[in-house]
């Protein structure tokens, strides 16, 4: 008999392995998520230290614990103009490998939504044309309740070579 409970739970464990799940957020009216593993805090939004010389999507530097961690407008990141600071403007805490090395990197949000699940069969590949942000920053396009979600590839979107080339270029490069 416990052969056939096994057997029976196989398949939810197969579908369950087959969703993940997403920081839902709010940027410029539209709505982006990001998956949950790499996202360590969400912090309230805070007065930042500006550094010369970066790119003009990185607004600055926190303290977080003692660490130094960049902070970057992911609405400058697209090429849109920077937002107005509101009651619900929070920075995200995401951390990204580059190289090998880990790093922590906040990035400024209008507003956190909630953390939603998306089953693999409701992920849409990227748009090929369309989108007001670059295709290689977009890891899919999730179906939630009727809507598109975009879902960011934070690899792409944060990548500290690709920063560091940008601050070393002094300018953005178009979205």
Same mark, same amino acid.
């Given at each position: 008999?416990?052969? #056939?409970?096994?057997?029976?739970?196989?398949?939810?464990?197969? &579908?369950?392995? *087959?969703? +993940?799940?997403?920081?839902?957020?709010? &940027? $410029?009216? *539209?709505?982006?998520?990001? $998956?949950?593993?790499?996202? +360590? =805090?969400?912090?309230?939004?805070?007065?930042?230290?500006?550094?010369?010389?970066?790119?003009?999507?990185?607004?600055?530097?926190?303290?977080?614990?003692?660490? #130094?961690?960049?902070?970057?407008?992911?609405?400058?990141?697209? $090429?849109?103009?920077?937002? *107005? /600071?509101?009651?619900?403007?929070?920075?995200?805490?995401?951390?990204?490998?580059?190289? $090998? =090395?880990?790093?922590?990197?906040? !990035?400024?949000?209008?507003? /956190?939504?909630?953390?939603? =699940?998306?089953?693999?069969?409701?992920?849409?590949?990227?748009?090929?044309?369309?989108?007001?942000?670059?295709?290689?920053?977009? *890891?899919?396009?999730? +179906? !939630?309740?009727?809507?598109?979600?975009?879902? &960011?590839?934070?690899?792409?979107?944060?990548?500290?070579?690709?920063?560091?080339? &940008?601050?070393?270029?002094?300018?953005?490069?178009?979205?």
């Amino acid at each position: 008999m416990n052969a #056939v409970v096994r057997a029976a739970q196989a398949p939810a464990a197969a &579908l369950a392995a *087959e969703q +993940k799940q997403y920081l839902t957020f709010m &940027l $410029g009216g *539209e709505t982006f998520a990001i $998956g949950i593993l790499g996202i +360590k =805090e969400i912090i309230e939004y805070t007065s930042l230290t500006a550094v010369p010389m970066m790119p003009d999507c990185i607004r600055g530097v926190i303290n977080l614990r003692g660490a #130094v961690v960049p902070v970057m407008d992911l609405a400058a990141r697209f $090429g849109q103009p920077a937002r *107005e /600071v509101t009651k619900r403007t929070c920075i995200v805490i995401v951390e990204v490998e580059s190289e $090998g =090395e880990r790093q922590d990197m906040g !990035v400024v949000v209008d507003a /956190v939504n909630a953390v939603l =699940e998306i089953a693999a069969a409701d992920v849409a590949a990227a748009p090929a044309f369309g989108a007001r942000i670059r295709s290689d920053f977009i *890891e899919g396009m999730g +179906k !939630v309740n009727g809507k598109f979600v975009i879902l &960011l590839n934070v690899h792409q979107v944060l990548s500290p070579s690709e920063i560091g080339a &940008l601050a070393a270029l002094g300018q953005d490069a178009p979205a």
